[in-house]
């Protein structure tokens, strides 16, 4: 949410270009729910391992970004946490169903 306002300030990036960090987040979160759904599917990976390293990766990608200074940067944060956001409602939802 908070996003976009934060790489224009940090980074001096212009508002469309800072815009594009919330695309990125959303392809990236689609690419991770259909590839974490394909893993978790196979019967020898343990899905609560998963779903709790997802969300480790979020809180640990989400604690780092006052960090950040550069627009490549965010770029990156908005991979890894769009990917791991997508691995977490996929396999979440996988979790519920056993």
Do not use: H, W
Request: proline share 2%.
């Amino acid at each position: 949410m908070y996003l976009k306002d934060f790489a224009i300030k940090s980074t001096g990036v212009k508002e469309g270009t800072a815009t594009k960090l919330i695309s990125i987040i959303g392809g990236a979160n689609t690419a991770g729910r259909i590839v974490s759904g394909y893993i978790a599917d196979r019967p020898t990976i343990n899905v609560l391992f998963l779903n709790n390293a997802s969300l480790t990766i979020l809180g640990l990608s989400t604690a780092m970004v006052p960090f950040l200074s550069t627009y490549v940067q965010l770029i990156v944060f908005s991979v890894v946490f769009g990917l791991a956001m997508g691995e977490y409602k996929a396999v979440y939802t996988l979790a519920a169903c056993i």
